[in-house]
């Protein structure tokens, strides 16, 4: 059997993405990015949940570094409150 070479992205190719937590469920999130953003913008903004069990009852998501700020806005005109954002899932740790 030959073995399959896996390809890596340059650093440069990859994305930027920024993790946060937030008090409220997947649903009420992509629904708050969606009424504020659209479709197109909710794509832009490459919103992700990112799969954790060590945070009870909240949700940890990711999103591009260059559209947070939208995420956050539309997030916060919904009333849901991001608790903490950091480059690393590691860093939402501590």
């Known amino acids: 059997m030959e073995k399959i070479k896996k390809l890596k992205l340059k650093p440069s190719s990859r994305d930027n993405r920024r993790y946060f937590i937030a008090k409220s469920t997947n649903e009420k999130i992509e629904k708050a ?3 504020y953003l659209g479709i197109l ?46 480059g690393t899932i590691k860093g939402l740790k501590k």
């Open 33 to 35: 990015i969606l009424d």
């Open 41 to 86: 913008g909710f794509s832009k903004s490459a919103y992700l949940r990112v799969m954790s069990q060590d945070f009870s009852g909240k949700v940890v998501g990711s999103c591009l570094a260059k559209s947070l700020d939208d995420v956050r806005t539309a997030l916060a005109l919904e009333g849901i409150k991001i608790e903490k954002v950091s």
